[in-house]
């Protein structure tokens, strides 16, 4: 069995995909499984395990627009699939497998694709099974007959752990940072403002928490953004590393792996953090943290009750209560708390 499988597009929900991914890997260890993904994810899946190699899909390059598309299904098609399983919703996923004419093809019944499926699984309905996102992907293989059973999944941990951290302290190493304690910040959400606490406070919470371990502060975002990473950098009064938009993602996890405590908002580097098993606090507001929220013990989320959240917005039309009414305080409580567990295990 030569399976092909259209991985997710977001970071954050790549590593909710995991747990599917390694079922399949265990079920069916002789079969070769090559995933659809964004560039960016063979930084992700190349030190899982759950895949034999990746096939990059450039949906900004050469695989934009129709012929882009038409590009990439010709590329799938020399590669003769038997089956492919589609993790995202979209129409535009279940398209390209069918243009490729991919025997068998599996998605979720969702967004008008229904006919390009040889087999469309009807999606959950609210509590069939349990409300976070690694349990949607997990159910869509039990039921296109792949799994027995729904299996347990308490946590969501990175295979890399271990590895990664070595090669984060080999990093800070060749600067001279030998044995540094580091407070992680990622203040950025992809494509949602409303989920983004204010800089000035990730800033302060950053250096009350370093001063209390004897840290320095580490600060990651993509491109978008530098102006929130260089507003935080310029308030930090102690130690700091602006890397926001300078690191690949394989790095990023490197140096994650080796925080002492790392402090985000919901985001793609709030998954990355908590399954490498590193002591993570998330501001929540907008968004239900009983679906996409940070799947590991570690992990410890702050948010204020108020009536309209999670409202799901990517921009607030009132005054953003529910992130401003979170305060420094609360966050430091439960780093320094986190911190403390982490110590006492050790």
Not at 98 to 106: D, S
Request: contains cysteine; proline residues 6%; charged residues 25%.
């Amino acid at each position: 069995m030569k399976l092909l499988v259209r991985a997710t597009n977001w970071l954050g929900d790549a590593v909710m995909s995991l747990p599917a991914l390694r079922e399949i890997r265990q079920a069916h260890p002789a079969w070769e499984i090559v995933l659809l993904a964004r560039p960016w994810a063979e930084d992700l899946y190349g030190r899982e395990g759950v895949c034999d190699r990746t096939i990059p899909y450039e949906h900004t390059g050469r695989h934009r627009g129709a012929l882009g598309r038409w590009r990439l299904a010709r590329t799938l098609r020399a590669e003769r699939f038997d089956r492919v399983i589609l993790l995202p919703n979209s129409f535009d996923s279940a398209l390209v497998p069918w243009l490729a004419g991919v025997r068998e093809r599996i998605g979720y019944a969702r967004d008008g694709r229904s006919l390009l499926l040889t087999k469309a699984v009807r999606q959950p309905l609210t509590g069939e099974v349990p409300p976070h996102q690694r349990y949607y992907y997990l159910e869509m293989l039990r039921r296109a007959g792949l799994l027995a059973d729904m299996p347990e999944c308490r946590e969501i941990r990175l295979a890399c752990a271990e590895e990664a951290a070595e090669a984060g302290r080999e990093f800070w190493s060749a600067r001279g940072e030998n044995g540094t304690p580091w407070i992680g910040i990622s203040p950025g959400a992809a494509n949602s403002v409303a989920k983004q606490w204010p800089p000035e406070r990730f800033a302060e919470a950053a250096c009350r928490v370093a001063r209390e371990v004897g840290a320095k502060v580490v600060i990651f975002g993509s491109g978008a953004d530098v102006e929130s990473g260089r507003s935080i950098a310029e308030q930090i009064d102690l130690p700091a590393y602006n890397l926001v938009n300078q690191t690949t993602l394989r790095r990023f996890i490197d140096l994650t792996a080796c925080c002492e405590v790392f402090l985000t908002n919901d985001s793609g580097g709030m998954h990355v953090a908590a399954a490498l098993g590193v002591p993570t606090v998330v501001i929540f507001g907008p968004t239900d943290e009983t679906a996409t929220g940070p799947a590991h013990s570690c992990a410890r989320v702050v948010r204020e009750p108020v009536d309209c959240s999670p409202c799901l917005l990517k921009t607030c039309p009132i005054d953003h209560r529910c992130m401003t009414r979170v305060t420094p305080d609360r966050v430091v409580a439960e780093a320094l708390q986190l911190i403390r567990n982490k110590n006492a295990v050790q």
